[in-house]
């Protein structure tokens, strides 16, 4: 986020559901106007550029990746727990194998045209933590009483 400097972090989300799933973009930074303008701002190009800008080398990287994670639940814990997470989202539990087999399928190319499906030209939504008068102020939002 260089371009924008009153952004002082952000993160990228996804937690996946049976039948759905929650992605997005997580933003920090001071409560106002100016900063609320550049997070938008960022959620459009980041949204544009996964659109559009993927790279082969870039996916391949994130594959390394996920796939060092999946080699890292070793211990009783880390394996209870994650097997946990895919019941209560999945349904079932899901092997490391067919994880990464998913995994290996994936191209710039299929990427590309998933996240133009799902996400270029759709409705963004924001939730905002902390003081949201100015925000609420430019979008003409009456507090209630």
Same mark, same amino acid.
């Given at each position: 986020m260089k371009n924008y400097k009153r952004i002082l972090n952000q993160q990228s989300i996804f937690t996946p559901?049976?039948?759905?799933?929650?992605?997005?973009?997580y933003f920090y930074g001071e409560s106002n106007l100016?900063?609320?303008s550049d997070?938008?701002?960022?959620?459009?190009e980041l949204i544009t550029m996964i659109c559009e800008n993927i790279k082969e080398h870039e996916?391949?990287?994130?594959?390394? *990746? !996920?796939?060092? %994670? /999946?080699?890292?639940?070793?211990t009783q814990n880390d394996i209870s727990q994650s097997i946990g997470n895919q019941?209560?989202?999945?349904?079932?539990? *899901? !092997?490391?194998? %067919? /994880?990464?087999?998913r995994i290996?399928?994936?191209?710039?190319?299929?990427?590309?045209?998933?996240?133009?499906?799902w996400l270029?030209?759709?409705?963004?939504?924001?939730t905002v933590w902390g003081n949201t008068a100015?925000?609420?102020?430019?979008?003409?939002?009456?507090?209630k009483s």
């Open positions: 559901y049976r039948d759905t799933g929650l992605f997005g973009f100016e900063t609320f997070m938008v701002q960022a959620n459009r996916v391949e990287k994130a594959k390394r *990746v !996920l796939y060092g %994670e /999946i080699l890292q639940h070793e019941i209560l989202y999945l349904d079932r539990v *899901v !092997l490391r194998s %067919e /994880i990464a087999k290996s399928y994936f191209t710039a190319q299929h990427l590309e045209s998933v996240a133009k499906k270029l030209n759709e409705e963004a939504s924001f100015p925000i609420k102020a430019c979008l003409g939002i009456k507090s």
